[in-house]
T-cell receptor, first 110, second 112 residues
Framework: NAGVTQTPKFQVLKTGQSMTLQCAQDMNHEYMSWYRQDPGMGLRLIHYSVGAGITDQGEVPNGYNVSRSTTEDFPLRLLSAAPSQTSVYFC?????????FGQGTRLTVV | EDQVTQSPEALRLQEGESSSLNCSYTVSGLRGLFWYRQDPGKGPEFLFT???AGEEKEKERLKATLTKKESFLHITAPKPEDSATYLCAVQTETGGSYIPTFGRGTSLIVHP
């Protein structure tokens, strides 16, 4: 039982490049979400999903896309990376109460 | 707009020195309040869920309490291994989703 798995753990991008952060969970949870964590800002919600085929925007969605084709996977796409997207990204899944988080992806955009 | 405010931002304690962390909230329709622990370089780890005023939960040296306006995380006789960032989050009735809103956290350092 792996829980929530995020890949990669570290990534450096050049401004303008695109990439996808992967998130997979093996707990059959309906709810999945993406957060970014910046110093002094806490966890801010980017996008979330309440089930396969259903996604919605969170607090800071600009510059990011998501899709949810299966219960297990919830990838986050950066369309054209900007230095302001330098952050630590966390994926989480939940079934209504406690959330289970991945280990995070540390992204640097230069 | 739902708001979650944690205080203090940082706290330094000596081993054995008990203290409390605060999480105050202004939300419409609280569905649940959560406490998480986050170690450096790792994702948050769930500690407690509180649902109604007056409720208390305990785990080892940690005790979480809830009123209608705030929650406290009491740390009794802390040890260096309790050093971490403690996050508070609230889940509300708006929108029908189960996605919580997080506070900015309290960074706790316990010196031996």
């Amino acid at each position: 039982n792996a829980g929530v798995t995020q890949t990669p753990k570290f990534q450096v991008l050049k401004t303008g490049q695109s990439m996808t952060l992967q998130c997979a969970q093996d707990m059959n949870h309906e709810y999945m979400s993406w957060y970014r964590q910046d110093p002094g800002m806490g966890l801010r919600l980017i996008h979330y999903s309440v089930g396969a085929g259903i996604t919605d925007q969170g607090e800071v969605p600009n510059g990011y896309n998501v899709s949810r084709s299966t219960t297990e996977d919830f990838p986050l796409r950066l369309l054209s990376a900007a230095p302001s997207q330098t952050s630590v990204y966390f994926c989480a899944s939940s079934i209504g109460t406690e959330a289970f988080f991945g280990q995070g992806t540390r992204l640097t955009v230069v | 707009e739902d708001q979650v405010t944690q205080s203090p931002e940082a706290l330094r304690l000596q081993e054995g020195e008990s203290s409390s962390l605060n999480c105050s909230y202004t939300v419409s329709g609280l569905r649940g309040l959560f406490w998480y622990r986050q170690d450096p370089g790792k994702g948050p780890e769930f500690l407690f869920t509180l649902y109604s005023a007056g409720e208390e939960k305990e785990k080892e040296r940690l005790k979480a309490t809830l009123t209608k306006k705030e929650s406290f995380l009491h740390i009794t006789a802390p040890k260096p291994e309790d050093s971490a960032t403690y996050l508070c989050a609230v889940q509300t009735e708006t929108g029908g989703s189960y996605i919580p809103t997080f506070g900015r956290g309290t960074s706790l350092i316990v010196h031996p």
